[in-house]
Structures are given as C-alpha cells and as structure tokens.
C-alpha cells in the first residue's frame, strides 16, 4: 500500500506546481496588458477630451473677459451730434468740461487717484483739443473754448465740497463724463463719412476708454 501510493502523491505534486505555474503566467499576462494600455495614447474621443477642456476654459476666461462694463455704447447716451459740425462742437465742449473740472480738483489739492486721474485729464484732452481745431479749421467751424451750459451749471455745487467728499464727486462726474463721451465717439463714427473725423474718432477713442476705466476704478475704490 504504501509503494502504490508513492506514485499518486508524485503526480499530484507535478499538477499541483504546473498550475502554479499557469497562475504565475496569467497574472503576468494581465499586468503586461494592463502597463500597455496605461502607456498607450489615447485615441478618438478620448483623446479629444483635453483638448475640448481647454477650449472650454478658453471660452470661459474670453467670456469672463468680456462680462466687464462696456466701455461705449453707440446706443447709449450720447451728447449732440446730428451732423459732423455738431459732434465737433460736442467733442469740443467734452474737452473743456474735463480740463477745467480738472483745474478745479488740483486747486482743492485732490490725492492719490483723483490727483493722478487730474492731472491726466489735462495733458490728454489738450492733446485732443489741439487735433481736433486742427480738423475744425479745414471745416470751417469756430469751437467752443469753454465748459458747456450743464457743466457750468454744476460748478456752485462743485465749489462748495472739499476733502473726500470732492474727490469722490470729481472721480463720479469723471466716470459719467466719459461713458457720455465714448458713446457719442462710437456713435458718429458709425455715421459720418468725414475721414478726417473718422481718424480723430479712432485716435481719441482709445484714450477716452482709457479715461473711464480710471474713473471707474477711482470711483470704485472711494466707495
């Protein structure tokens, strides 16, 4: 009995470590196929997927970008300018309002942004004020040399605040100003024919814009 049993244990222990063996070699199998898969690029779809995110993303921080306040609206409202002589009288007036309110604030002894936004205001409305007789004078038409009537009408009220209190009105009426203006700018533009005009609108327009995000961020940071 015991002779004849010494063979079965044998075969049994070769079957036993042949299966061993075939486990071993199915669990390499698969980590072989598993690394392959987790090295190779993804294809179709899924391979689009990073690109699309980041369009996505794209897309987001362009609209994010554009949510902010416009900066003109040919819609908006805007001051006078039926025709191209009007708008230059506009413009002109538009000129006078921020140099001389400007004169105004540094006479007060404004600060910081409100000093910076002053001072500012009468080196580049001078600029346009000296392009702008240049246009005038080809056409014909005499511009105003001072604020016009509503601007005027505000000095008493003006005159009257001092400290913060001014600065932070100085800084509002700036904003208002200039949104006013860039409107009345992107407006014209679309409807006169002038060349002349059409290359003031586009030089000073920039600049205009320019103003009023000063005026907004001045005003933002007094309230």
Known sequence: ????????????????????????????????????????????????????????SAAMSSTAASSGAAMGDANGPTGPHKDDKEFMMTAAHSDQNEVQQSKMALAKGVTGMAKEMANKMITDHAKSTADLKKIAAKKGVTLPTDMDAEHKAMVPAMEKLSGKEFEAKYLSQMQADHQKTANTMMAHEKMTKDADLKAFIGKTLPVVQQHLAMARKGSDMKM
């Open 1 to 56: 009995m015991v002779r004849s049993s010494l063979p079965l244990f044998a075969i049994m222990g070769t079957l036993s470590l042949a299966a061993c063996g075939d486990a071993n070699k199915a669990t390499e199998t698969t980590a072989t196929t598993d690394t392959k898969m987790a090295n190779t690029p993804a294809t179709g779809a899924d391979a689009a997927a990073p690109d699309k995110m980041t369009g996505d």
